[in-house]
């Protein structure tokens, strides 16, 4: 086996062909790779910062439809209450009516009866005359 002989000639190229190649690797290789992974991290960052106001955007949109969907039940709410008094009145403008027009059919009605009741006595008092003057003349007759 022969002897390895070490000289410091070729430790100095060595070490100058590790530089070289080092640098060749680091010029070839890896600043292509920074580049790439530096190019998709700015990518990415943009996306998510995108994605984020997206976010912020979904998230005002969706309080907004909330605040109007309150907006609208409260005020749907109103209308409904006003609805339903305005029901109300006209149930009682109604009652009201048909209690006066009852009141007044019975105070015709009374007046009628009075009327026939006192008509009816007229007659009954004319008719009791007539035969308490046929009975007088029958018994003065005898």
Do not use: C
Not at 70 to 83: A, P, V, W
């Amino acid at each position: 086996m022969p002897e390895l002989v070490i000289t410091w000639q070729g430790l100095l190229f060595e070490a100058v062909s590790f530089l070289i190649f080092t640098y060749l690797l680091n010029l070839f290789l890896f600043k292509p790779i920074r580049k790439i992974l530096k190019e998709r991290e700015t990518i990415l960052s943009t996306h998510k910062d995108g994605k984020e106001n997206f976010e912020d955007l979904t998230k005002k949109l969706y309080e907004s439809a909330e605040q109007e969907k309150n907006k609208l039940k409260i005020e749907l709410n109103g209308i409904r209450e006003s609805y339903k008094k305005e029901g109300l009145a006209e149930a009682h403008r109604i009652i009201a009516e048909a209690r006066k027009k009852a009141s007044e059919n019975l105070t015709e009605a009374l007046k009628n009866f009075d009327k026939e009741k006192n008509d009816l006595i007229k007659d009954y008092m004319l008719k009791s005359e007539e035969i308490a003057d046929l009975i007088s003349k029958k018994i003065i007759n005898l």
